[in-house]
């Protein structure tokens, strides 16, 4: 038996640090820094004068203490108070910096019994901001459907150029992958998956699942849809972004620098080895917009509003929310229900509705509710008239005992009996044929 040499190995103290590490999500830490930071140099400000770290103290009453007075007292740069959701988010980051760096500290900053004091001022904190309107967190807007044909018909994402080729895909891929705004920096090659049908978009990890011990083991797939020749091919547009790729291309991210040589643009090479920056890719949206004249002036527009366009398209194509959410990836109805919004627009028809009501003629309001009296009334006649009387008829027995036997004659034919809807402005009008016999019963005796 042959001698098979095995692949093991020693992992060093600093690789298994890095994977340990690794199970916190990226996103996670950097908002934890910048909490510890904003939290420290509010600390060391001369007007508060602490010049110790919050972790060195022992006493959860002293901490407490100091968050209430940090909470209620922190300020922006420009002297506004912080968001709301921000405030939330400050206490849950600080909380799991104190978890890692005071010994035996397994508390939570955000539970009530423990800190009691903290979590009064964290509520009354965002309770009285609310009644004064400030601190309100801004919404991701999406675009309408009117706005998106207008981008896709705009030579800003054209596909004949690398810059208008590459801001065609990202739109594409915000359509119909629906990624988060963060994950298009992360996006990388081999997430697309080219078949005849169409390319498979995959997810490796998303927010809600992160691939550790709790989360699921598989691979999250979205199949693109065919392309409607001639009107809307991503699935083309993607082939070729990725054909325009260095043909020795090493990067393994998704979006490329872009080229600026014209030369070597004439030659075919549309795009540099190495990945388009973070801030470029985290403005594109925003970018594509403002390119194709969008307006966007007092909306909250960025890379999260492509993910929100697409779902809300999706319930607008008449989808119910499962099917949205085997699309979206999220894990429970309530989260995919946040993007079923009833926009602006939508809230002033509504409201204008109520205005056309006021500002009707009455001599027009007292026609129709006229005309709508009178087919009531002409209702219930016509359903008096076809009342069916059940009196004078002869049982079956009877009729065979007398030997009078006669064929089924109908004593009424094709009665009909028009019912007016009583809505206003949709009546549906139904016919109800009514046929009677007076000399057969159904009862035996």
Request: hydrophobic share 30%.
């Amino acid at each position: 038996m042959e001698n098979i040499k095995e692949s093991y190995f020693k992992p060093t103290a600093k690789e298994l640090l890095k994977v340990q590490e690794s199970h916190v999500p990226q996103n996670t830490v950097k908002c934890t820094k910048k909490w510890i930071n904003i939290l420290n140099s509010w600390r060391n400000h001369e007007d508060v004068g602490y010049k110790y770290t919050l972790e060195s103290l022992s006493s959860n009453q002293q901490i407490e203490k100091e968050m209430c007075e940090f909470i209620y007292g922190i300020r922006t740069k420009s002297g506004e108070r912080y968001s709301r959701a921000s405030l939330k988010n400050a206490v849950a980051s600080i909380s799991r910096h104190l978890k890692d760096t005071i010994p035996q500290w397994n508390y939570n900053l955000l539970d009530k019994n423990h800190f009691p004091k903290l979590h009064a001022t964290l509520d009354g904190t965002l309770k009285e901001m609310k009644k004064l309107g400030i601190g309100a967190a801004k919404p991701h807007e999406g675009l309408t459907n009117d706005e998106l044909k207008i981008i896709l018909d705009h030579d800003a994402v054209s596909f004949n150029n690398p810059e208008g080729l590459l801001r065609r895909v990202f739109l594409w891929i915000c359509l119909l992958g629906c990624p988060r705004g963060g994950e298009h920096y992360n996006l990388l090659i081999n997430q697309f998956e080219d078949t005849d049908n169409g390319f498979i978009f995959k997810k490796f990890h998303q927010k809600n699942d992160q691939g550790g011990l709790e989360s699921n083991q598989y691979t999250f797939e979205i199949p693109f849809p065919s392309d409607v020749k001639g009107k809307a091919e991503p699935n083309a547009d993607i082939r070729k972004y990725i054909s325009m790729r260095p043909s020795d291309c090493i990067t393994k991210e998704f979006y490329l620098g872009i080229s600026t040589n014209t030369a070597a643009i004439s030659k075919g090479k549309w795009y540099y080895d190495w990945a388009l920056g973070e801030k470029r890719i985290r403005g594109m949206f925003r970018e594509i917009c403002i390119a194709c004249g969008i307006d966007i002036s007092g909306r909250n527009i960025s890379n999260h509003s492509g993910r929100d366009t697409a779902i809300q398209s999706i319930f607008d194509a008449g989808n119910e929310e499962v099917e949205a959410m085997a699309i979206s990836g999220h894990n429970s109805s309530a989260g995919v229900r946040n993007y079923l919004k009833v926009t602006k627009e939508k809230k002033r028809k509504i409201l204008g509705s109520v205005m056309q009501r006021l500002t009707e003629d009455t001599s027009d309001i007292n026609s129709k509710t006229e005309i709508q009296y009178d087919n009531e009334v002409q209702c219930d006649d016509n359903m008096q008239h076809g009342e069916i009387v059940l009196s004078g008829f002869s049982k079956a027995s009877e009729l065979l005992e007398n030997k009078n036997k006669r064929p089924l004659q109908e004593t009424s034919t094709n009665k009909n009996i028009d019912i007016n809807n009583n809505k206003k402005k949709k009546r549906k009008k139904i016919i109800i044929n009514k046929y009677y016999y007076n000399n057969c019963s159904i009862y035996n005796n």
